[in-house]
């Protein structure tokens, strides 16, 4: 078994939480609860000084519900529905966030990135200048992508693939992917019961990228595990660790923090070669 126990040094942590996992299933409403764990967690990492990150979707699912968008309604210019809800959302979802936060007297903000943010030198580097500086004010960034102005042509997509991002742009040296999978498997364990569950992976080459292709997300996010396997590959070529973990108990990531061995750790494994931008346009292409 891996020792995991340097985990606990981490000083700059990116979590990154789909919508699936921060809403109740049958409903659809935010699931308060695992919003207050989340939130405690985070701050409990803030409280050991290190530098936290959170990585939220849930805005267009969450303006979906405050419009209780009628499905035939959803139709009618699906991009444009999408951004007027995630434009109602991510105000909501940031309301409850921020009334949680200051539960724990921890200072939060906001940062809305496209892909733009990535790309462009100068948005780029003026990002990373506002990250730095939320640190350095002791503040948790709270990141999704801007879908409002996002068009389908420019777009990150997934969370998945902006956490890991977020992540090589600010230097982390961990990433916490929370999803509604244990973790990596050598197939999709809901359709194969053969499937062998991987616990690290330290060399991340083409065969588990295939694994991950071979794996499919859930409905609410967009993220499967195929964008899980890109997030892995551009925050281990940046040289952060990164761990998917199953988000059903969210107090998972102080466990992971203590070392303990919960879901698919990959390890970082810095490319000097590999660049973001480069990397990131060519999965749009
Ligand atoms: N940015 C989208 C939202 O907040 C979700 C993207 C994803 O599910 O990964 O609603």
Do not use: W
């Amino acid at each position: 078994m891996y020792d995991r126990s340097y985990l606990k040094d981490k000083k700059r942590i990116v979590v990154k939480i789909g919508s699936s996992s921060l809403q109740h299933k049958e409903t659809g409403d935010l699931d308060y609860i695992k919003l207050d764990v989340l939130v405690r967690e985070l701050c409990n990492l803030r409280n050991q000084r290190k530098d936290v990150v959170l990585v939220t979707s849930g805005a267009i699912a969450q303006g979906k519900k405050a419009v209780n968008l009628d499905p035939e309604e959803g139709k009618r210019n699906p991009i444009a529905v999408k951004q007027a809800c995630a434009a109602i959302g991510q105000a909501r979802l940031m309301m409850t966030y921020q009334k949680i936060f200051a539960e724990y007297n921890q200072v939060a903000a906001q940062i809305l990135m496209t892909r733009q943010t990535v790309d462009n030198d100068i948005n780029r580097k003026n990002a990373q200048n506002t990250f730095e500086e939320l640190f350095l004010l002791g503040v948790i960034p709270v990141v999704n992508e801007n879908d409002t102005v996002a068009t389908h042509e420019i777009e990150i997509g997934d969370n998945d693939t902006l956490s890991a991002i977020v992540a090589a742009m600010i230097g982390a040296d961990l990433l916490i992917l929370l999803s509604d999978i244990d973790g990596l498997y050598t197939d999709d364990p809901r359709k194969n019961p053969d499937a062998v569950f991987i616990e690290t992976v330290e060399k991340l080459d083409e065969s588990y990228m295939k694994m991950g292709k071979a794996t499919t997300g859930s409905s609410v996010g967009t993220g499967g595990m195929n964008t899980k396997m890109i997030a892995a590959k551009i925050a281990t070529s940046c040289g952060a660790d990164m761990i998917i973990a199953n988000s059903e108990d969210i107090r998972i990531i102080h466990r992971i923090i203590d070392g303990r061995n919960f879901g698919t750790l990959f390890i970082g494994n810095k490319d000097e070669s590999f660049d973001l931008p480069a990397y990131v346009n060519e999965l749009h292409k």
